[in-house]
Each structure stands twice: as C-alpha cells, then as structure tokens.
C-alpha cells in the first residue's frame, strides 16, 4: 500500500506552460516535504509545509498543504527546461521517523 | 564541498558475496538514513540511524544490516548479495529530524550478478 500517491506519474509540456502536481494520501502527516532530483543524482529539498492550509512560494513554484494535513501540491508557473527532473513528495507521520516518500512525478519541460 | 558523501558509486557483485556501502559526513548531524530507489517503488527506507550505535529496520530491512560506531559513519552491509538487491541505495542525513528535511548523497548503483 503506498501511503503517498503522487500524479501524474509523467508531465511532458512546453515552456512556458504552467503545471501542478499533487500529492494525496488518507493518512495525516505533521509535515510534507517536496524534493526535485536530477538524473543520476540524490533529491534535493525545495520546501517544507508543516501547517494545515499553509502556502509557501519559492520564485515560480507555490507549495500548498491541505488543510487536513493529508495532501499537498506543487504549481509551477512558466515552465522552464531547467525545471526538467524528478519531483518527489515526502511525508513525515510523526517526529522521530523517518520520511515516507511518494513515487514521483517525472517532468519534461521542452523549449 | 559535499557535506555527505557516499563510497563506491558504483559496483558490481556477485551473487552470495557480502558487499558494503558507506556514508561519510562532516555535518555533526544525528539522524542518518539508508533508502533504495527502485523504478515503480520510489524510495523506501532501509534502516535509520538515530544517534551512535543507534538504529532501526526500515520498510524494507531483510537481508540488510547497518552499523554506526561514529557520528559521521553510516555502513550498509548486504549480508550475501541477491539480484533483487540490485539498485540505487541513497543516503541521507538531518540534524534535527524528519520534520526538518533531508540532505541526500549523490547515491550507489549497485549491480549484483
């Protein structure tokens, strides 16, 4: 059972084109976390959301928890070809545990 | 300037051979995590690392085992290689916690034949 479902699986747009993923599980986590990895390279931490509703924004990504705790999503405005890579979700369900991590969105972003 | 670094990069095993991934880091973090990333799974954890000589099974633990003698050492040691232990193992640390994120190494491709 995976905890956190990412969708979708696969985005391939144009630049300039704006995208959301989403992150959704039925269990509440007290933060979710949003990593971006690159080929042949570990994650690399974008953002942390730890209150229910909280917006946070980072240059042309906006990250959203959702108000119950259980899911989040990322929006990305006016893609760009660097924003090409691997988008993971991560969930911690309560301190001292470790990170549950979703499977990922693999974006391509075309010029 | 890496702060954490994980040895070899690569490698290639064979099958029934004990093999041994490390993870080095300068950060004085406490928290230190072994995870596999496999095509269709993402990342699941292996075994964490909570303080010196501090550990815990993660999701997928069997036929894995971790030491922690040192702040900075984290070894993962495959007990005797299997083909479906084939993948990418990732390292990673945190000074305060899971709330707090996660720095990850550049990561191990392993092969066992």
């Known amino acids: 059972t995976q905890l956190l479902e990412q969708s979708p699986q696969f985005l391939s747009i144009q630049e300039g084109e704006n995208l959301t993923v989403y992150c959704n599980s039925s269990s509440v986590f007290s933060s979710l976390q949003w990593y971006r990895q690159e080929p042949g390279e570990g994650p690399v931490l974008l953002v942390t959301?730890?209150?229910?509703?909280e917006v946070k924004k980072l240059k042309r990504l906006t990250f959203q928890f959702g108000d119950a705790r259980k899911d989040s999503s990322l929006h990305i405005t006016a893609a760009q070809p660097g924003d090409t890579g691997l988008y993971l979700c991560a969930g911690a369900r309560q301190a001292g545990t470790a990170l549950i991590f979703g499977k990922g969105t693999t974006l391509s972003v075309s010029s | 300037d890496a702060g954490i670094t994980q040895s070899p990069r690569h490698k290639v095993t064979e099958t029934g051979t004990p093999v041994t991934l490390r993870c080095h880091q300068t950060?004085?973090?406490?928290?230190m995590y072994w995870y596999r990333q496999d095509p269709g799974h993402g990342l699941r954890l292996i075994h964490y690392s909570y303080g010196v000589k501090d550990t815990d099974k993660g999701e997928v633990s069997d036929g894995y085992s971790v030491s922690r003698s040192k702040t900075e050492d984290f070894l993962l040691t495959l007990e005797s290689a299997t083909s479906s232990q084939t993948s990418v193992y990732f390292c990673a640390i945190s000074d305060r916690g899971t709330n707090y994120g996660y720095t990850f190494g550049s990561g191990t491709r392993l092969t066992v034949v």
């Open positions: 950060e004085n973090h406490r928290y």
């Open positions: 959301v730890v209150t229910g509703g």
